[in-house]
Antibody, heavy 122, light 108 residues
Framework: QVHLVQSGPEVKQPGASVKVSCKAS????????MQWVRQAPGHRPEWMGW????????KYSQRFQGRLTITRDTSANTTYMDLRSLRSEDTALYYC???????????????WGQGTLVTVSS | DIQMTQSPSTLSASVGDRVTITCRAS??????LNWYQQKPGRAPNLLIY???TLQSGVPSRFSGSGSGTDFTLTISGLQPEDFATYYC??????????FGPGTKVEVK
């Protein structure tokens, strides 16, 4: 059974950084592509970026260029999302998700973590 | 950037109804479109990918169609567990993967 378990809620001050983890189990982590999506309260989801687990290649949304880094630790079956220079607009639920291995195109997210609430407030 | 719109924003329906939600892209995206269902406090759940392919485990009352700029999600025989918000998502751009604004299906 595929499971994605994320780290707990965070409260950060403006200008700080946050690092959210996502531990995968129940499938071959190194053969996957992992994505990060965030959702502000009452808003639509917003795609952030992805990482190809086996080689560490990443792609980021233009909206986060320079502030976002996605990494992985294959020995721990874990992917990480690091967002810097936080502002109040970054307050949101942050989700990791697995890219479907059966869809023929990147972007279909078939399993999701439970979400991590990041609150940015002074 | 590709802009995604959905209509209606809210839909009132009863159990057993046939429900149709429309999603429109600002430019052609072929069939690079997914549909998700989201319930309050939960992560989105993939229903349909590639515009019309049903995700494994999703009930067959859900179906998707369309290509280019216009897409539809149909629920044939609404069930109590289907009251939720539905999002379309383009995966054509590979740089933004924009979600639509959502359609809330509520009890009539």
């Amino acid at each position: 059974q595929v499971h994605l378990v994320q780290s707990g809620p965070e409260v950060k001050q403006p200008g700080a950084s946050v690092k959210v983890s996502c531990k995968a189990s129940g499938y071959s982590f190194t053969k996957s592509l992992m994505q990060w999506v965030r959702q502000a309260p009452g808003h639509r989801p917003e795609w952030m970026g992805w990482i190809i687990v086996h080689n560490g290649n990443t792609k980021y949304s233009q909206r986060f260029q320079g502030r976002l880094t996605i990494t992985r630790d294959t020995s721990a079956n874990t992917t990480y999302m690091d967002l810097r220079s936080l502002r109040s607009e970054d307050t949101a639920l942050y989700y990791c998700a697995r890219d479907s291995p059966t869809a023929n195109h990147v972007g279909a997210l078939d399993y999701w973590g439970q979400g991590t609430l990041v609150t940015v407030s002074s | 950037d590709i802009q995604m719109t959905q209509s209606p924003s809210t839909l009132s329906a009863s159990v057993g109804d046939r429900v149709t939600i429309t999603c429109r892209a600002s430019q052609s995206i072929s069939t690079y479109l997914n549909w998700y269902q989201q319930k309050p406090g939960r992560a989105p759940n993939l229903l349909i990918y590639a515009a019309s392919t049903l995700q494994s485990g999703v009930p067959s009352r859900f179906s998707g169609s369309g290509s280019g700029t216009d897409f539809t999600l149909t629920i044939s025989g609404l069930q109590p567990e289907d009251f939720a918000t539905y999002y379309c998502q383009e995966i054509y751009s590979t740089v933004l993967f924009t979600f639509g604004p959502g359609t809330k299906v509520e009890v009539k």
